[in-house]
């Protein structure tokens, strides 16, 4: 549930939908596009089947999920119930709830991200397209836009926390690292 920006060129801003529903949550790493809703422009989470993509989410609009690389479910009772943490909590998870927008880069840039098709395989040079929930895949039965070239294959991604999971680090999960071609 994250996107890790390694080198962007753009970070632009655009509106959300503020009747969103949690169907329409949008995670960070997630692809979007633009929809118009009685005459105003938002971003939406990609539909690779029907839209065209317009650049990664930077943010998380979601009342549920956290969306930061650093996020994490704790237990909370002897019951074994979790909670999912972040170091942003303020809005429950919803990073787009006190500006009502959310970023969006575009433009070109490095990234890594976990917001992938669990069935891919990545090999780099990969064409990178989007699946109908917004996620990454090299498959391009699911669009022909190409939105991206993967980098780096899907990868345990060092936290820079001190551990023996993946260089010397904790890891923060599997990603998989691609240059944005839109």
């Not at 939908?17 to 105003?40: F, M, N, S, Y």
């Not at 993509?53 to 998380?60: H, K, R, W």
């Not at 074994?80 to 709830?97: C, I, K, M, Y």
Request: proline letters at 3%.
């Amino acid at each position: 549930m994250a996107l890790i920006e390694i080198q962007h060129v753009v970070a632009d801003m655009f509106p959300v939908d503020p009747d969103w529903t949690a169907a329409e949550a949008i995670i960070e790493g997630q692809w979007v596009a633009l929809q118009a809703v009685a005459g105003v422009t938002y971003a939406q989470r990609c539909d690779g089947d029907t839209d065209t993509a317009i650049g990664v989410a930077g943010d998380t609009m979601s009342n549920i999920t956290s969306g930061t690389p650093y996020a994490a479910s704790v237990v909370v009772n002897a019951a074994g119930g979790t909670r999912q943490t972040e170091n942003r909590v303020s809005d429950a998870f919803n990073e787009t709830l006190a500006s009502g927008k959310i970023t969006v880069y575009h433009s070109g840039g490095t990234f890594a991200t976990n917001q992938f098709d669990a069935d891919t395989v990545f090999v780099v040079g990969d064409n990178c397209y989007v699946t109908s929930t917004g996620n990454l895949t090299n498959d391009i039965s699911t669009t022909a836009q190409i939105v991206g070239l993967c980098v780096g294959p899907i990868a345990a991604f060092p936290s820079g926390v001190p551990g023996t999971d993946v260089t010397g680090s904790i890891t923060l999960g599997n990603y998989v690292t691609f240059k944005m071609l839109i």
